[in-house]
């Protein structure tokens, strides 16, 4: 089992920036993928970003691209999503999760945590 646990999540004004955090514990935080998704009220999950055990591979939703860094600290057991130029579309409850492989499908992590919210005012 891993437990994951996300923090960071507020207010801000659009334009402005947050920096979320998902902190894991339980087994072996490298072995494993991580990956951000979103879900707005309504509406389905969706893939944010993801990135590989080592760090060395990366992927963000088209949405989220050149605004977005996911990062990880292996030594802190630790995942962020530093977001910057935050938009009206991007307010949602944000969700860390980890997989055992890279990748952009909700269906496809084995755990996941129970999310922050992010609001943006415009």
């Known amino acids: 089992q891993v437990q994951l646990v996300e923090s960071g999540g507020g207010l801000v004004q659009a334009g402005g920036s947050l920096r979320l955090s998902c902190a894991a514990s339980?087994?072996?935080?490298?072995?494993?993928?991580m990956g951000w998704f979103r879900q707005a009220p309504g509406k389905e999950r969706d893939f944010v970003a993801t990135?590989?055990?080592?760090?060395?591979?990366?992927y963000y939703a088209d949405s989220v691209k050149g605004r977005f860094t996911i990062s990880r600290d292996n030594a802190k057991n630790t995942v962020y999503l530093q977001m910057n130029s935050l938009k009206p579309e991007d307010p949602a409850v944000y969700y860390c999760?980890?997989?055992?492989?890279?990748?952009?499908?909700?269906?496809?992590?084995?755990?996941w945590g129970k999310g922050t919210l992010v609001t943006v005012s415009s």
């Open positions: 999760a980890a997989s055992q492989f890279v990748s952009s499908i909700p269906g496809a992590m084995n755990y």
């Open positions: 339980g087994r072996t935080f490298s072995n494993y993928a």
């Open positions: 990135i590989s055990w080592s760090g060395g591979i990366t």
